[in-house]
């Protein structure tokens, strides 16, 4: 039955333009305990979730193809200041010289929690912004470099503190979900009027957040069953983060308002 199902969801996705498509890198281990990233893609905007330990900076830069840092064309620094996006500056020790803030602060943070000592971050921004990398919502592969320090104050670091993996090839969304809290699904995805998001383990609360990071709606749900329905018919068109909540667990779901 599990399978007919997950073909059907396949199906319907293939039959959906591209513009609507949604995709995943999956949550990938960064070459240290407890650091781990996912980048998900929608039709507008990019959702990047970062952990790692909360007594340092946590650093990823864009548009590498090799493990140096002067090879980066954009950077996310979660550190002690307010900023968050960054350009490598391009002087002395080989790369790893501190990178500058962007006048232009291109990243909202969603949320940004510390559970027993590990930081979790989820930043949103566009696809597309003036002067930083530029993501595809696709299935292509990736590359990005990462880099951590040894307090959350922004320095100079050593090559022992960075690490270049790949991120494979991207999916689907709804062909990687299950239906426990951390991969729930929802749908219809797109939605004009009402949609129905289920898990297993049920949900205590959903926060809508638009694309600026901005909360539009909190619902509390408080319910047992797998299945719960959301009217979106009051929202406006476009691109939508979904906070599910179910005590101290969370996952987030973009979702598309037609």
Wanted: glycine share 8%; hydrophobic share 35%.
């Amino acid at each position: 039955m599990k399978k007919y199902l997950l073909l059907s969801i396949l199906l319907i996705i293939a039959s959906i333009t591209t513009s609507f498509g949604q995709y995943t890198s999956a949550t990938h281990g960064l070459g240290w305990p407890n650091t781990t990233i996912r980048i998900d893609t929608s039709p507008t905007t990019v959702t990047l979730t970062l952990k790692g330990e909360s007594t340092r900076w946590l650093g990823v830069g864009f548009g590498t193809n090799v493990i140096t840092m002067n090879n980066c064309t954009d950077m996310f620094i979660w550190n002690d200041t307010p900023d968050r996006d960054y350009t490598p500056t391009y002087v002395g020790n080989d790369g790893h010289y501190m990178p500058t803030p962007d006048a232009d602060q291109s990243w909202t943070i969603v949320s940004d929690t510390v559970t027993a000592g590990i930081r979790t971050i989820v930043a949103t921004r566009a696809l597309v912004s003036a002067g930083d990398y530029t993501f595809l919502n696709d299935s292509s592969s990736m590359r990005i470099l990462f880099a951590q320090g040894d307090t959350p104050t922004l320095a100079y670091h050593g090559t022992s503190n960075e690490h270049s993996p790949t991120i494979f090839t991207r999916d689907l969304w709804l062909a990687l979900e299950d239906f426990s809290i951390t991969a729930p699904r929802i749908f219809p995805n797109p939605s004009k009027g009402s949609l129905t998001v289920q898990t297993k383990t049920g949900l205590n609360t959903i926060v809508i957040y638009n694309q600026t990071g901005a909360v539009v709606q909190t619902i509390a749900v408080n319910s047992k069953k797998e299945g719960n329905e959301v009217a979106v018919n009051g929202l406006a068109t476009g691109v939508y983060i979904f906070e599910l909540q179910n005590g101290s667990e969370k996952t987030y779901k973009n979702v598309v308002v037609e």
